[in-house]
Protein backbone atom coordinates (compact mmCIF):
# COMPACT_ATOMS: atom_id res chain seq x y z
CA UNK A 1 0.00 0.00 0.00
CA UNK A 2 1.22 3.64 -0.89
CA UNK A 3 1.91 5.94 1.99
CA UNK A 4 -0.90 8.28 1.59
CA UNK A 5 -1.70 11.45 3.54
CA UNK A 6 -4.79 10.94 3.86
CA UNK A 7 -6.70 9.59 7.18
CA UNK A 8 -7.61 6.33 7.74
CA UNK A 9 -10.68 4.31 8.16
CA UNK A 10 -11.65 1.33 10.04
CA UNK A 11 -15.04 -0.33 10.20
CA UNK A 12 -16.44 -3.74 10.41
CA UNK A 13 -19.84 -5.27 10.36
CA UNK A 14 -21.04 -8.65 11.41
CA UNK A 15 -21.69 -11.28 9.10
CA UNK A 16 -24.43 -12.49 11.08
CA UNK A 17 -27.33 -12.11 8.26
CA UNK A 18 -28.60 -9.93 5.74
CA UNK A 19 -27.92 -6.34 7.05
CA UNK A 20 -30.73 -3.84 8.11
CA UNK A 21 -32.00 -0.76 6.89
CA UNK A 22 -30.23 0.32 10.40
CA UNK A 23 -27.39 -1.00 9.27
CA UNK A 24 -27.02 0.50 5.98
CA UNK A 25 -28.17 4.07 7.08
CA UNK A 26 -26.11 3.75 10.54
CA UNK A 27 -23.00 2.60 9.05
CA UNK A 28 -22.60 1.22 5.49
CA UNK A 29 -24.27 3.81 3.58
CA UNK A 30 -21.44 6.44 5.06
CA UNK A 31 -18.74 3.75 4.24
CA UNK A 32 -19.32 4.30 0.25
CA UNK A 33 -19.27 8.29 0.97
CA UNK A 34 -16.22 8.15 3.24
CA UNK A 35 -14.17 6.28 0.43
CA UNK A 36 -13.30 9.53 -1.68
CA UNK A 37 -11.81 11.68 1.41
CA UNK A 38 -10.18 8.74 3.51
CA UNK A 39 -7.94 5.87 3.10
CA UNK A 40 -10.49 3.26 3.83
CA UNK A 41 -10.53 -0.40 5.46
CA UNK A 42 -13.75 -2.27 5.99
CA UNK A 43 -14.00 -5.98 7.48
CA UNK A 44 -16.44 -8.38 7.74
CA UNK A 45 -16.32 -9.35 11.49
CA UNK A 46 -16.74 -13.09 11.32
CA UNK A 47 -14.92 -13.31 14.61
CA UNK A 48 -17.14 -11.06 16.52
CA UNK A 49 -19.77 -13.09 14.73
CA UNK A 50 -18.82 -16.37 17.25
CA UNK A 51 -19.55 -14.65 20.59
CA UNK A 52 -23.14 -16.28 19.75
CA UNK A 53 -23.54 -19.58 18.50
CA UNK A 54 -23.14 -19.52 14.92
CA UNK A 55 -23.93 -22.89 12.80
CA UNK A 56 -20.50 -23.18 10.89
CA UNK A 57 -22.06 -23.49 7.21
CA UNK A 58 -23.96 -20.39 7.61
CA UNK A 59 -21.49 -18.57 9.08
CA UNK A 60 -18.87 -19.63 6.30
CA UNK A 61 -21.86 -18.73 3.47
CA UNK A 62 -22.62 -15.36 5.25
CA UNK A 63 -19.22 -14.05 5.06
CA UNK A 64 -19.10 -14.06 1.46
CA UNK A 65 -22.64 -12.94 1.18
CA UNK A 66 -22.10 -9.82 3.29
CA UNK A 67 -19.05 -9.29 1.25
CA UNK A 68 -20.96 -9.57 -1.62
CA UNK A 69 -23.50 -7.23 0.16
CA UNK A 70 -20.54 -4.43 0.52
CA UNK A 71 -19.07 -4.42 -2.70
CA UNK A 72 -22.67 -4.26 -3.78
CA UNK A 73 -23.42 -1.18 -1.65
CA UNK A 74 -20.35 1.05 -3.06
CA UNK A 75 -17.49 -0.10 -1.56
CA UNK A 76 -14.83 -0.25 -4.28
CA UNK A 77 -11.83 -2.23 -3.68
CA UNK A 78 -9.48 -0.18 -5.94
CA UNK A 79 -9.92 2.47 -3.40
CA UNK A 80 -10.72 0.81 -0.38
CA UNK A 81 -9.24 -2.32 1.40
CA UNK A 82 -11.98 -4.82 2.20
CA UNK A 83 -11.29 -7.98 4.19
CA UNK A 84 -12.72 -11.09 6.36
CA UNK A 85 -11.45 -10.11 10.31
CA UNK A 86 -10.00 -13.41 10.70
CA UNK A 87 -7.84 -13.35 7.59
CA UNK A 88 -5.83 -11.27 9.48
CA UNK A 89 -4.06 -12.97 12.29
CA UNK A 90 -2.88 -9.44 13.81
CA UNK A 91 -6.19 -8.56 15.14
CA UNK A 92 -6.22 -11.90 17.51
CA UNK A 93 -2.56 -11.07 18.39
CA UNK A 94 -2.77 -7.63 19.70
CA UNK A 95 -6.08 -8.12 21.27
CA UNK A 96 -4.24 -10.25 23.97
CA UNK A 97 -2.03 -7.61 25.20
CA UNK A 98 -4.98 -4.93 24.67
CA UNK A 99 -6.68 -7.32 27.10
CA UNK A 100 -3.96 -7.11 29.19
CA UNK A 101 -4.58 -3.35 29.51
CA UNK A 102 -8.37 -3.64 30.25
CA UNK A 103 -9.89 -3.10 33.39
CA UNK A 104 -12.98 -6.16 34.00
CA UNK A 105 -14.59 -3.15 35.38
CA UNK A 106 -14.58 -1.37 32.14
CA UNK A 107 -15.95 -4.68 30.76
CA UNK A 108 -18.50 -5.24 32.82
CA UNK A 109 -19.61 -1.72 32.66
CA UNK A 110 -20.30 -2.42 28.45
CA UNK A 111 -24.15 -2.29 27.71
CA UNK A 112 -24.16 -4.60 25.13
CA UNK A 113 -22.43 -6.63 27.10
CA UNK A 114 -25.14 -6.38 29.63
CA UNK A 115 -27.95 -6.96 26.82
CA UNK A 116 -26.21 -9.81 25.06
CA UNK A 117 -25.74 -12.01 28.13
CA UNK A 118 -29.08 -11.49 29.23
CA UNK A 119 -30.43 -12.53 25.86
CA UNK A 120 -27.97 -15.65 25.54
CA UNK A 121 -27.90 -16.33 29.54
CA UNK A 122 -27.03 -20.03 28.56
CA UNK A 123 -24.00 -18.75 26.58
CA UNK A 124 -22.36 -16.22 28.30
CA UNK A 125 -19.02 -16.98 27.28
CA UNK A 126 -15.64 -14.77 27.77
CA UNK A 127 -15.63 -13.63 24.17
CA UNK A 128 -19.10 -11.79 24.73
CA UNK A 129 -17.12 -9.90 27.64
CA UNK A 130 -14.02 -9.11 25.83
CA UNK A 131 -15.58 -8.52 22.44
CA UNK A 132 -14.50 -4.81 22.66
CA UNK A 133 -11.02 -5.62 23.10
CA UNK A 134 -11.19 -7.60 19.84
CA UNK A 135 -13.07 -4.33 18.39
CA UNK A 136 -10.57 -2.53 20.07
CA UNK A 137 -7.61 -4.05 18.61
CA UNK A 138 -9.36 -3.86 15.11
CA UNK A 139 -9.19 -0.30 14.98
CA UNK A 140 -5.76 0.18 16.71
CA UNK A 141 -3.82 -2.23 14.49
CA UNK A 142 -4.40 0.57 11.70
CA UNK A 143 -4.21 3.08 13.68
CA UNK A 144 -7.43 4.55 12.51
CA UNK A 145 -7.97 8.29 12.84
CA UNK A 146 -11.82 7.42 12.34
CA UNK A 147 -14.51 5.08 13.32
CA UNK A 148 -17.77 5.15 11.03
CA UNK A 149 -20.26 3.43 13.01
CA UNK A 150 -24.27 4.40 14.15
CA UNK A 151 -24.98 5.16 17.91
CA UNK A 152 -24.75 1.98 19.46
CA UNK A 153 -21.20 1.67 19.33
CA UNK A 154 -20.19 4.68 20.03
CA UNK A 155 -19.23 3.43 23.89
CA UNK A 156 -17.13 0.48 22.43
CA UNK A 157 -15.29 3.51 20.51
CA UNK A 158 -14.62 5.56 23.69
CA UNK A 159 -13.65 2.09 25.75
CA UNK A 160 -11.22 1.85 22.55
CA UNK A 161 -10.10 5.28 22.92
CA UNK A 162 -9.02 4.64 26.45
CA UNK A 163 -7.13 1.61 25.74
CA UNK A 164 -4.98 3.39 22.98
CA UNK A 165 -4.31 6.74 25.91
CA UNK A 166 -3.65 4.17 28.19
CA UNK A 167 -1.30 2.11 26.48
CA UNK A 168 0.17 5.30 24.90
CA UNK A 169 1.03 6.40 28.24
CA UNK A 170 2.30 3.40 29.74
CA UNK A 171 4.21 2.01 26.94
CA UNK A 172 4.99 5.75 24.97
CA UNK A 173 3.28 6.76 21.92
CA UNK A 174 1.89 4.06 19.86
CA UNK A 175 -1.72 3.97 19.09
CA UNK A 176 -3.21 6.76 17.21
CA UNK A 177 -6.66 7.98 19.86
CA UNK A 178 -9.70 7.03 16.78
CA UNK A 179 -12.70 8.97 16.76
CA UNK A 180 -16.28 7.97 16.34
CA UNK A 181 -18.02 9.61 13.18
CA UNK A 182 -21.64 8.89 13.75
CA UNK A 183 -24.15 10.23 11.12
CA UNK A 184 -26.16 12.95 12.49
CA UNK A 185 -29.63 11.58 11.07
CA UNK A 186 -30.06 8.42 11.13
CA UNK A 187 -27.18 6.87 13.59
CA UNK A 188 -30.12 5.08 15.28
CA UNK A 189 -32.92 3.42 13.63
CA UNK A 190 -35.77 2.64 15.57
CA UNK A 191 -37.74 -0.77 15.55
CA UNK A 192 -40.71 -0.29 12.57
CA UNK A 193 -43.17 -2.24 15.60
CA UNK A 194 -41.72 -0.38 18.77
CA UNK A 195 -40.27 2.60 17.92
CA UNK A 196 -38.43 2.95 21.70
CA UNK A 197 -36.18 0.26 20.26
CA UNK A 198 -33.49 0.30 17.82
CA UNK A 199 -34.45 -1.91 14.76
CA UNK A 200 -32.09 -4.79 14.96
CA UNK A 201 -32.07 -8.11 12.77
CA UNK A 202 -31.84 -10.57 16.03
CA UNK A 203 -35.35 -8.68 16.65
CA UNK A 204 -37.90 -12.27 16.49
CA UNK A 205 -40.26 -9.84 14.88
CA UNK A 206 -39.52 -9.23 11.27
CA UNK A 207 -41.88 -6.82 10.84
CA UNK A 208 -39.75 -4.48 13.53
CA UNK A 209 -37.11 -4.25 10.73
CA UNK A 210 -36.60 -4.26 7.22
CA UNK A 211 -33.53 -6.45 5.55
CA UNK A 212 -31.58 -4.87 2.61
CA UNK A 213 -32.49 -7.62 0.44
CA UNK A 214 -36.14 -7.83 1.05
CA UNK A 215 -38.63 -7.14 -1.68
CA UNK A 216 -40.70 -4.15 -2.68
CA UNK A 217 -43.12 -6.12 -1.42
CA UNK A 218 -42.16 -6.87 2.10
CA UNK A 219 -40.72 -3.39 2.22
CA UNK A 220 -44.46 -2.11 1.11
CA UNK A 221 -45.80 -4.12 3.60
CA UNK A 222 -43.66 -3.46 6.45
CA UNK A 223 -43.46 0.59 6.23
CA UNK A 224 -47.09 -0.04 5.93
CA UNK A 225 -47.27 -1.95 9.29
CA UNK A 226 -45.08 0.43 11.20
CA UNK A 227 -46.45 1.89 14.06
CA UNK A 228 -47.27 5.30 14.01
CA UNK A 229 -49.67 7.31 16.45
CA UNK A 230 -53.31 8.83 16.73
CA UNK A 231 -52.19 12.04 15.36
CA UNK A 232 -52.35 11.64 12.07
CA UNK A 233 -49.79 14.51 11.30
CA UNK A 234 -46.56 14.38 10.01
CA UNK A 235 -43.61 15.98 12.02
CA UNK A 236 -40.54 15.07 13.88
CA UNK A 237 -41.62 15.18 17.94
CA UNK A 238 -39.86 13.07 20.29
CA UNK A 239 -42.95 12.31 21.62
CA UNK A 240 -43.57 10.52 18.31
CA UNK A 241 -40.89 7.93 17.98
CA UNK A 242 -42.89 5.70 15.32
CA UNK A 243 -43.35 8.61 12.78
CA UNK A 244 -40.15 10.85 13.72
CA UNK A 245 -38.11 6.98 12.75
CA UNK A 246 -39.99 7.33 9.28
CA UNK A 247 -38.85 10.92 8.91
CA UNK A 248 -35.49 10.26 9.50
CA UNK A 249 -35.22 6.94 6.88
CA UNK A 250 -37.27 9.12 4.43
CA UNK A 251 -34.64 12.16 5.01
CA UNK A 252 -31.36 10.10 4.32
CA UNK A 253 -33.12 8.49 1.49
CA UNK A 254 -34.46 11.83 -0.51
CA UNK A 255 -31.99 14.28 0.83
CA UNK A 256 -35.18 15.69 2.04
CA UNK A 257 -34.34 17.90 5.62
CA UNK A 258 -37.67 17.71 8.30
CA UNK A 259 -39.18 20.89 7.48
CA UNK A 260 -39.12 19.88 3.99
CA UNK A 261 -40.90 16.61 4.90
CA UNK A 262 -43.38 17.99 7.33
CA UNK A 263 -44.60 20.27 3.78
CA UNK A 264 -44.92 17.90 1.36
CA UNK A 265 -46.99 15.86 3.70
CA UNK A 266 -49.44 18.86 5.04
CA UNK A 267 -53.03 17.29 5.10
CA UNK A 268 -52.12 13.87 3.92
CA UNK A 269 -52.59 10.82 5.97
CA UNK A 270 -50.24 8.25 6.93
CA UNK A 271 -50.94 6.11 4.93
CA UNK A 272 -49.34 8.44 1.95
CA UNK A 273 -46.46 8.78 4.15
CA UNK A 274 -45.65 5.78 4.57
CA UNK A 275 -46.31 5.03 0.68
CA UNK A 276 -43.75 7.24 -0.32
CA UNK A 277 -40.84 6.34 2.83
CA UNK A 278 -41.38 2.62 1.45
CA UNK A 279 -40.83 3.91 -2.32
CA UNK A 280 -38.08 5.66 -1.03
CA UNK A 281 -36.41 2.75 0.00
CA UNK A 282 -37.00 0.33 -2.59
CA UNK A 283 -35.38 2.92 -4.97
CA UNK A 284 -32.19 2.69 -3.11
CA UNK A 285 -32.15 -0.82 -2.41
CA UNK A 286 -33.73 -2.53 -5.36
CA UNK A 287 -30.32 -1.58 -7.73
CA UNK A 288 -28.03 -3.01 -4.59
CA UNK A 289 -29.94 -5.84 -4.74
CA UNK A 290 -29.37 -6.37 -8.59
CA UNK A 291 -25.89 -5.79 -8.36
CA UNK A 292 -25.60 -8.29 -4.81
CA UNK A 293 -26.62 -10.86 -7.16
CA UNK A 294 -24.41 -10.36 -10.09
CA UNK A 295 -21.94 -10.13 -7.82
CA UNK A 296 -22.54 -13.29 -5.58
CA UNK A 297 -22.24 -15.69 -8.96
CA UNK A 298 -18.56 -14.37 -9.23
CA UNK A 299 -16.92 -16.43 -6.45
CA UNK A 300 -13.72 -16.23 -8.51
CA UNK A 301 -14.04 -12.12 -8.08
CA UNK A 302 -14.89 -12.59 -4.53
CA UNK A 303 -12.74 -14.09 -3.27
CA UNK A 304 -9.70 -12.69 -4.90
CA UNK A 305 -10.72 -8.88 -3.62
CA UNK A 306 -11.25 -10.83 -0.11
CA UNK A 307 -7.35 -12.30 -0.78
CA UNK A 308 -5.61 -9.10 -2.09
CA UNK A 309 -7.83 -7.08 0.92
CA UNK A 310 -6.51 -9.91 3.45
CA UNK A 311 -2.90 -9.19 2.34
CA UNK A 312 -2.86 -5.41 1.73
CA UNK A 313 -4.57 -5.70 5.55
CA UNK A 314 -2.19 -7.52 7.03
CA UNK A 315 0.75 -5.90 5.66
CA UNK A 316 -0.23 -2.61 7.55
CA UNK A 317 -1.62 -4.70 11.08
CA UNK A 318 1.46 -6.86 11.22
CA UNK A 319 3.85 -3.46 11.14
CA UNK A 320 1.91 -2.52 14.49
CA UNK A 321 1.54 -5.61 15.88
CA UNK A 322 5.33 -6.01 15.65
CA UNK A 323 5.88 -2.62 16.97
CA UNK A 324 3.49 -3.54 20.15
CA UNK A 325 5.17 -6.63 20.92
CA UNK A 326 8.65 -5.01 20.99
CA UNK A 327 7.66 -1.73 23.13
CA UNK A 328 5.55 -4.88 26.16
CA UNK A 329 9.10 -6.30 26.20
CA UNK A 330 7.99 -9.62 24.14
CA UNK A 331 11.65 -11.35 22.94
CA UNK A 332 12.21 -11.06 19.31
CA UNK A 333 14.75 -13.28 17.71
P1 LIG B 1 -22.97 -4.63 13.82
O1 LIG B 1 -22.63 -5.74 12.89
O2 LIG B 1 -23.93 -4.91 14.92
O3 LIG B 1 -23.52 -3.40 13.02
C1 LIG B 1 -22.81 -2.82 11.95
C2 LIG B 1 -22.98 -1.32 11.94
O4 LIG B 1 -24.37 -0.99 11.84
C3 LIG B 1 -24.71 -0.05 12.86
N1 LIG B 1 -26.12 -0.27 13.25
C4 LIG B 1 -27.06 0.69 13.25
N2 LIG B 1 -27.01 1.99 12.94
C5 LIG B 1 -28.16 2.70 13.05
N3 LIG B 1 -29.34 2.16 13.45
C6 LIG B 1 -29.44 0.85 13.79
N4 LIG B 1 -30.60 0.34 14.16
C7 LIG B 1 -28.25 0.05 13.69
N5 LIG B 1 -27.99 -1.27 13.92
C8 LIG B 1 -26.68 -1.44 13.65
C9 LIG B 1 -23.76 -0.36 14.00
O5 LIG B 1 -23.60 0.75 14.86
C10 LIG B 1 -22.48 -0.68 13.25
O6 LIG B 1 -21.77 0.49 12.94
N6 LIG B 1 -19.01 -4.50 16.86
C11 LIG B 1 -19.52 -4.09 15.57
C12 LIG B 1 -18.67 -4.59 14.42
C13 LIG B 1 -17.23 -4.26 14.57
C14 LIG B 1 -16.65 -2.97 14.40
C15 LIG B 1 -15.26 -3.17 14.62
C16 LIG B 1 -17.15 -1.72 14.09
C17 LIG B 1 -16.24 -5.13 14.87
N7 LIG B 1 -15.08 -4.47 14.91
C18 LIG B 1 -14.36 -2.10 14.57
C19 LIG B 1 -16.24 -0.64 14.03
C20 LIG B 1 -14.88 -0.85 14.27
C21 LIG B 1 -20.93 -4.64 15.39
O7 LIG B 1 -21.30 -5.62 15.99
O8 LIG B 1 -21.64 -4.01 14.43
Known amino acids: MEVSAKKRILSGIQPTGTFTLGNYIGAVRNWGL ?181 DPDTIRRKCKRAVTDSEGVVRADESKPGVTNLMSIYSVFTGKDFASIESEFTGKGYGDFKLAVAESVISVFHPIQQEYQRILEDKTYLDDVLKDGAQRAAHIAAKTCAKVYKKVGFLQL
Open 34 to 214: LQQEYECLYMVANMHAITVRQTPADLRRQTREAAALLLACGIDPQKSILFVQSHVPAHAELAWVLACNTQFGELSRMTQFKDKSARHADNVNAGLFTYPVLMAADILVYNADLVPVGADQKQHLELARNIAVRFNNAYSDTFTVPDPYIPKTGARIMSLQEPEKKMSKSDTNANSFILMLD
